[in-house]
């Protein structure tokens, strides 16, 4: 099956600074991406749809200033959490879609203290 | 509202007998649904996809049932191994997107 990587796996970080995380598709292109946030013991909560070349559509509720998305190319997105504090502390995985089937990456714990 | 609701009960089951998981869900009109497997810090692994006008789904031990009218999915895992525990996860499609909504997925303990 496809592969979807992501970078770093786990990063822990001080109050207020920028985290940014990558996911890349590496043996196939995907115009579309997603990033979730997953916290202990809960599913998976869409925050927002990465699309190549245009901006990310944001689920209600996320804030899009501070959870930055950019789709560069058709196998790399990035998140970056800006201005980080310990309530973003979360595990966040991205997948990628490839025709109906969505593939993931295998998670960033982030650690904001 | 729309809902997915998967049993937040941990299910165990005795090595070599057949686990039935459950996926229910409301107020949704999907395109297709997957189930995807995740284990504990990892991302989840996808399964099997089934669409609106199949019934079912079979790959090896696994088999998915669709049933629009009931809305709800069975996943079932023949012959389970303790190599299959872990949580199970159902996703549905939203019809006219490539957004996916998760449910809250069952924990799966096969005993040795």
């Known amino acids: 099956g496809a592969v979807v990587s992501q970078h770093p796996s786990r990063v822990i970080c001080k109050s207020g600074t920028s985290v940014k995380i990558e996911c890349r598709s590496l043996?196939?292109?995907?115009?579309?991406m997603f990033w979730y946030r997953q916290f202990p013991k809960q599913s998976l909560m869409l925050m927002a749809t990465?699309?190549?070349?245009?901006?990310?559509?944001?689920e209600q509720g996320v804030e899009k200033d501070k959870f930055l998305i950019n789709h560069a190319s058709l196998t790399l997105s990035t998140l970056t959490v800006t201005s980080a504090h310990p309530e973003d502390s979360s595990f966040y995985i991205c997948?990628?879609?490839?025709?109906?089937?969505?593939?993931f990456g295998p998670g960033t714990r982030l650690t904001v203290t | 509202s729309q809902k997915i609701e998967q049993n937040s009960e941990a299910l165990n089951i005795q090595e070599g007998k057949t686990a039935t998981l459950t996926c229910n869900y409301t107020?949704?009109?999907?395109?297709?649904l997957q189930w995807y497997r995740q284990d504990p810090g990892r991302g989840p692994v996808f399964l099997l996809l089934?669409?609106?006008?199949?019934k079912e789904k079979r790959k090896e031990r696994l088999k998915v049932t669709f049933d629009t009218t009931l809305k709800q999915s069975l996943f079932h895992i023949t012959a389970s191994q303790p190599a299959d525990s872990a949580t199970y996860l159902c996703?549905?499609?939203?019809?006219?997107?490539?957004?996916?909504?998760f449910g809250t997925g069952t924990r799966l303990k096969v005993l040795a």
């Open positions: 997948s990628a879609r490839d025709h109906h089937e969505q593939y």
């Open positions: 996703a549905l499609a939203i019809s006219g997107t490539y957004k996916y909504i």
């Open positions: 990465s699309n190549e070349g245009s901006k990310a559509t944001y």
């Open positions: 107020n949704y009109s999907p395109a297709y």
């Open positions: 089934i669409r609106e006008n199949e």
């Open positions: 043996d196939f292109q995907a115009t579309t």
